[in-house]
């Protein structure tokens, strides 16, 4: 079995800044993209920024020069830091890893971490 566990999340004022982190453990052999996808209330999740293994990254529009996503491979950790946070970024947020095995690519899930932005 394979875990994501997030920490980090909280409240914070509008212009501040937060540092969300997600370590993968359990069962390991090989992590390929690491990302972060976000859900406020009465809206669809949606993704907020990746990492694939060889740092290449990828990010929403809405968060563009604002979000760095980056990863430390030898911990299996991923890390979300947010400047100049919105209330509009209020959310669950949810890390993912897809990993490899002998049956192909499997994407886990953790259990979310609530950011909330106050104006």
């Known amino acids: 079995q394979v875990q994501l566990v997030e920490s980090g999340g909280g409240l914070v004022q509008a212009g501040g800044s937060l540092r969300l982190s997600c370590a993968a453990s359990?069962?390991?052999?090989?992590?390929?993209?690491m990302g972060w996808h976000r859900q406020a209330p009465g809206n669809p999740r949606e993704l907020v920024a990746a990492?694939?293994?060889?740092?290449?990254?990828n990010y929403a529009d809405s968060v563009k020069g604002r979000f760095t996503i980056s990863r430390d491979n030898a911990k299996n950790t991923v890390y979300l830091q947010m400047n100049s946070l919105k209330a509009e970024d209020t959310a669950v947020y949810y890390c993912?890893?897809?990993?490899?095995?002998?049956?192909?690519?499997?994407?886990?899930w953790g259990k979310g971490t609530l950011v909330t932005v106050s104006s």
């Open positions: 993912y890893a897809d990993l490899s095995n002998a049956y192909g690519t499997i994407r886990y």
């Open positions: 359990g069962s390991i052999s090989r992590i390929n993209a």
């Open positions: 990492i694939t293994s060889g740092g290449s990254t």
